[in-house]
């Protein structure tokens, strides 16, 4: 067993959410936020069978697409002496962050 953790965009969630029933996959959904970003994504943890974890990747590949989005540098900052307005630069969002965890045990109770 294993434990695929995704963190896609919440624009690719419910597509990947329909795409993972329709493989017979089970999936938990987390609100959570982006670090650099600081604005709002999902993580899904996604437990499948060892074998299965290959075409759990592909669909969120096909799922989740990248996205551009403007951001401005330093923006915590305004208002400190000295400061300026610095120009936005663009970052290339997804489609998706995933890692596949090894999984001890697994069980319904
Ligand atoms: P954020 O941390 O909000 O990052 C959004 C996007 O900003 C990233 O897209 C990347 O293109 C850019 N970025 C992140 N840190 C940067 C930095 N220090 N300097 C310049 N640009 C930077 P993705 O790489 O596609 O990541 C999308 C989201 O996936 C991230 O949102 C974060 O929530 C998660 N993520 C990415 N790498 C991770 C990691 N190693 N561990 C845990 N979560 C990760
Ligand atoms: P359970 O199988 O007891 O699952 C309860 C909750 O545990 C799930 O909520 C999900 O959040 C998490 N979970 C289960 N298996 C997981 C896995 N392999 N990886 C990650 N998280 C997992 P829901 O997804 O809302 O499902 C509620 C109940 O609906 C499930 O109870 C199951 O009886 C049924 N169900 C789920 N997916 C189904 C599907 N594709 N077709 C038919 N019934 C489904």
Known sequence: MKLIIAVVQDQDVNR???RLAEEGC???KLASTGGFLR???TTL????????VDRVVEVIKETCHS???????????EG?????LPNPVEVSVGGATVF?????????V
């Open 16 to 18: 990947l959410l329909a």
């Open 26 to 28: 089970g999936a938990t």
């Open 39 to 41: 604005q709002g994504n």
């Open 45 to 52: 943890l996604i437990g499948v069978e060892a074998e299965r």
């Open 67 to 77: 996205r551009k989005q403007l951001v401005t540098p330093m923006a915590g900052l």
């Open 80 to 84: 400190a002496p000295g400061s300026y």
């Open 100 to 108: 596949v965890l090894h999984v001890e045990g697994f069980a319904k």
